[in-house]
């Protein structure tokens, strides 16, 4: 089944960056969908950014202008460039093929100062 492993996660203080990374196998990556999730505790997950295959984006209204979701279809990787962080970003990361309704394991991000 279609496998995929995040990265980049990590402790910030606010305002600062990061950028997740979301490595797919065992799937034509370029024909799909993908999106990014985040949950964090007692919240349901929530749609953070998604992006078709052909590179249209749409982003939560919470992340607009922060975040950017890119992908490349060479190293069938998506990335979610992670700006401004404030502390209601906190929460876990998932990477999402809706097509395939496949999860991550997720990846942690904590902001505080």
């Known amino acids: 089944q279609v496998q995929l492993v995040e990265s980049g996660g990590g402790s910030v203080q606010p305002g600062e960056s990061l950028r997740l990374s979301c490595a797919a196998s065992r799937i034509i990556f370029s024909i799909v969908d993908m999106a990014w999730y985040r949950q964090a505790p007692g919240n349901q997950r929530e749609l953070v950014a998604h992006?078709?295959?052909?590179?249209?984006?749409n982003y939560a209204d919470s992340v607009k202008g922060r975040f950017t979701i890119s992908r490349d279809n060479v190293k069938r990787t998506v990335y979610l460039q992670m700006n401004n962080l404030k502390p209601e970003d906190a929460a876990v990361y998932y990477c999402?093929?809706?097509?395939?309704?496949?999860w991550g394991q997720g990846t942690q991000v904590t902001v505080s100062s």
């Open positions: 999402n093929c809706p097509v395939t309704n496949s």
């Open positions: 992006i078709s295959q052909n590179g249209i984006t």
